[in-house]
C-alpha cells in the first residue's frame, strides 16, 4: 500500500522542545477523545503510514475555521483514516454534511468505527473514487446555490492544480479552499535530496508547481501557514 514513511517528521519546527511544548501545552489537553483514539489506532495499525494523518494541531486550526466561517457543507480530498474528516464531523453543525473522496476505502474503514461512536456517521457521504472523475461529476452537476463551505485537499500532490481548477467551480465566493503539505517536508527551498525517500521528491516539482501558481492567481487571496509541513489557505474571490 506505497511507501513507508517511518524515520520522517511532517513538522518544521525546528525545535523538538518547542514541539513538544506546543503539542503538551495547548494541542494535547484539548484534542477530542476520539480523535486521540483514532490517531493511536492509526499508528498502532500502520505506523509505516501514519505521517499521512493530519497532524492534531493542524486539526485545531481546520476546525476553528470552519467553526467561525459557519461551514455547513464541505468536501474532502484525501481521507486516508479520517483524522481531518472526522475534526471537520465534529466541528460542523447536525445538519452540516462532508463529501469525502479517496481512491481507497480500506484506510477510511480503519477510522469508521470512531467516526460512528462520535455519532457523525450521517454527516459524511464517503465516494470511493480517483478525484479528478469524481470532482468532474461534481461540476457537471453543481448549482450556484449549493456550492460548497470548505474544502480540504490532502491527496496525491501531483494533481493539486488539476484539482484548484475544479475546486474553484465548485466552492463559493468567500469559501475556503485549504491545501496541505505546501512546504512539503521543508523540501521547496531545494533540489531533490537523496536523503529523502523518493517519493518525496516526486512531488517535490508539483508542489513547488503549484505554489508558484497558487500566489499568481488573482482569482484567490491567500496565506501559506508554516504548520505541519505546510497549509496553503486560499479564500475564492468573486
Not at 178 to 192: A, E, I, M, R
Request: net charge negative.
Amino acid at each position: 500500500m506505497g511507501s513507508d514513511h517511518s524515520g520522517i517528521n511532517k513538522c518544521l519546527l525546528q525545535s523538538e522542545a518547542l514541539q513538544k511544548y506546543i503539542f503538551e501545552t495547548n494541542v494535547y489537553p484539548r484534542e477530542h477523545k476520539l480523535l486521540k483514539e483514532l490517531r493511536e489506532e492509526t499508528e498502532a495499525k500502520i505506523p509505516g503510514r501514519a505521517l499521512m494523518s493530519v497532524p492534531p494541531d493542524e486539526g485545531q486550526l481546520l476546525s476553528i475555521l470552519i467553526k467561525v466561517m459557519n461551514a455547513k457543507k464541505t468536501i474532502e480530498l484525501g481521507v486516508f483514516t479520517g483524522y481531518s474528516l472526522l475534526t471537520t464531523a465534529l466541528a460542523l453543525p447536525k445538519d452540516g454534511k462532508i463529501t469525502a473522496i479517496d481512491i481507497d476505502r480500506s484506510y477510511y474503514e480503519i477510522g469508521l468505527p470512531f467516526i460512528q461512536k462520535a455519532g457523525v456517521e450521517n454527516k459524511i457521504e464517503f465516494v470511493e473514487s480517483e478525484a479528478l472523475p469524481a470532482l468532474d461529476k461534481l461540476v457537471e452537476e453543481a448549482k450556484e446555490d449549493d456550492l460548497f463551505d470548505f474544502a480540504f485537499v490532502d491527496a496525491d500532490k501531483i494533481n493539486y492544480h488539476k484539482y484548484h481548477e475544479r475546486l474553484l467551480k465548485l466552492v463559493k465566493v468567500n469559501g475556503l479552499i485549504l491545501y496541505d503539505n505546501t512546504l512539503w517536508f521543508g523540501t521547496v527551498t531545494g533540489s531533490p535530496d537523496p536523503k529523502y525517500p523518493e517519493w518525496i521528491n516526486h512531488s517535490l516539482e508539483s508542489v513547488i508547481r503549484l505554489n508558484k501558481e497558487l500566489a499568481a492567481d488573482p482569482r484567490v487571496e491567500l496565506a501559506q501557514v508554516c504548520i505541519g509541513d505546510g497549509l496553503t489557505i486560499c479564500r475564492r474571490l468573486g
